[in-house]
């Protein structure tokens, strides 16, 4: 694994940055303007450097915690960091009833393998149903 510097901090991270490392991650178009928002938010965050290059980010909100957003650079993915994310917010979390998390479809497993089950009973409305249906994060009922 690499020489990777952490903070927890949004001060620490410009958002012009933070929302390129969404789009290569790949995980959408996230403007630095709402990456604010809910950066600032959120309970906890995890913001992951390997030299001057932001390479992985994640949140978690309060209450129940949810886990979101977590991003790694593909040039640092398969070396553990969004493992390594992942158990930073669990860890920082770890005082609530509940942590929940949407997957992408097929990284299943990889959340599994960190201590997450399904659910049987969690529903969504998205500003986009349609897209979500298109991708396998929503399905439709006949």
């Known amino acids: 694994m690499g020489n990777y510097a952490w903070s927890h901090r949004l001060e620490d991270v410009d958002l012009e940055e933070l929302s390129r490392l969404y789009r290569i991650a790949p995980l959408g178009d996230k403007p630095p303007e709402r990456l604010a928002t809910v950066f600032g938010n959120s309970r906890f965050t995890c913001f992951v450097r390997a030299g001057d290059t932001l390479v992985g980010a994640g949140r978690a909100l309060a209450d129940c915690a949810y886990i979101a957003d977590v991003a790694v650079h593909p040039d640092h993915q398969g070396q553990g960091l969004g493992s390594d994310i992942i158990r930073r917010l669990l ?33 969504a409305v998205w500003a986009d149903p349609d897209r979500a249906v298109d991708i396998g994060l929503l399905r439709r009922e006949p």
């Open 91 to 123: 860890e920082l979390a770890r005082d609530h009833k509940k942590i929940l998390l949407y997957a992408s479809p097929g990284t299943e497993p990889f959340y599994r393998k960190l201590g997450f089950l399904p659910m049987n009973t969690a529903m």
